[in-house]
């Protein structure tokens, strides 16, 4: 198996929202994307896929100096060998590859965020940092763009971390500020416990609203002139503001199960902005 069927097997095979916008795109950036994504899952698998945090970070420390090694030139994993040809035609810099890497660590070494200011700074190193790479290889003529990129990783960010509130928990770590868990009233024992109330339901309201602020907040910042360019971003945010309605429908059953969209219905959410050009 040669880089690019690596990067590409680790793409498709996680049945991210991601890989259907993907779909669309030119070869050359979609090969760029599949690459970027699929780093993005091994350095994420580390934490996720690792029990003891001392091997764990010895992993994330080779990451890091693999990074390195390849922006050098000589990179040794098939996903930084796939990668690397894409750095300098779609402005990669080092600096992107190592945030995300930094997130993961913290993953390792914080499981609470005291307030929602803490929990923008995890999201800007793991989804904001991600938005900007993506909106660069999918096609950025207009550097306002970045800002809009920024906006809707946090968006997307919040949405997985409304979706995985019960997955989260029993990996011991609770995303929603602490702060917020004290407004409602909501215990940390009631969400690792799996219980339900009204003050859940009405914590987990508070935090979809601020994400549907921000999806309208970074579609009003994408400059018109990307518009057309950025439609692979805009079949994400169908997907994952079509989510994110599910779940409220549901009524934020989020605990015990996962919500998702099928692939079929991920596939025409895309299809539709790729035909309208709208969500």
């Not at 390849?70 to 930084?80: L, Q």
């Not at 990669?92 to 929602?116: K, P, S, T, W």
């Not at 989260?168 to 215990?187: C, H, N, T, W």
């Not at 692979?232 to 079509?242: D, E, K, N, Q, V």
Request: aromatic share 10%; with cysteine.
């Amino acid at each position: 198996m040669n880089a690019d069927q690596y990067v590409q097997e680790k793409a498709a095979a996680s049945g991210s929202s991601f890989y259907y916008a993907f779909l669309f795109l030119p070869k050359p950036r979609r090969k760029a994307i599949t690459a970027f994504y699929a780093f993005c899952r091994e350095v994420d698998d580390v934490v996720d896929g690792v029990n003891d945090p001392g091997v764990a970070h010895t992993k994330l420390a080779w990451w890091q100096a693999e990074v390195a090694q390849s922006f050098a030139g000589t990179p040794s994993h098939p996903v930084m060998k796939a990668l690397a040809p894409c750095i300098a035609p779609f402005g990669i810099e080092q600096e992107h590859l190592q945030a995300v890497i930094e997130g993961c660590r913290m993953d390792l070494e914080q499981n609470r965020y005291l307030d929602f200011a803490a929990l923008q700074r995890y999201c800007h190193l793991v989804a904001g940092v991600v938005g900007e790479v993506t909106a660069r290889i999918i096609g950025q003529s207009d550097p306002r763009t970045t800002a809009y990129a920024h906006q809707l990783g946090l968006a997307f960010q919040l949405t997985n971390i409304i979706r995985d509130v019960g997955e989260d928990a029993m990996r011991g770590r609770i995303y929603l500020p602490v702060s917020e868990l004290q407004q409602f009233d909501v215990k940390v024992h009631e969400i690792l416990n799996r219980k339900y109330s009204e003050r859940f339901t009405a914590l987990m309201r508070f935090q979809a609203e601020r994400a549907h602020r921000l999806y309208d907040e970074a579609l009003g910042l994408l400059p018109a002139a990307d518009r057309r360019n950025q439609k692979p971003g805009l079949m994400m945010a169908s997907i994952y503001r079509t989510l994110l309605r599910e779940i409220e429908r549901d009524g934020f059953q989020v605990l015990h199960q996962r919500v998702s969209l099928t692939p079929l219905r991920k596939f025409w959410l895309a299809w539709k902005v790729q035909a309208l050009g709208r969500i």
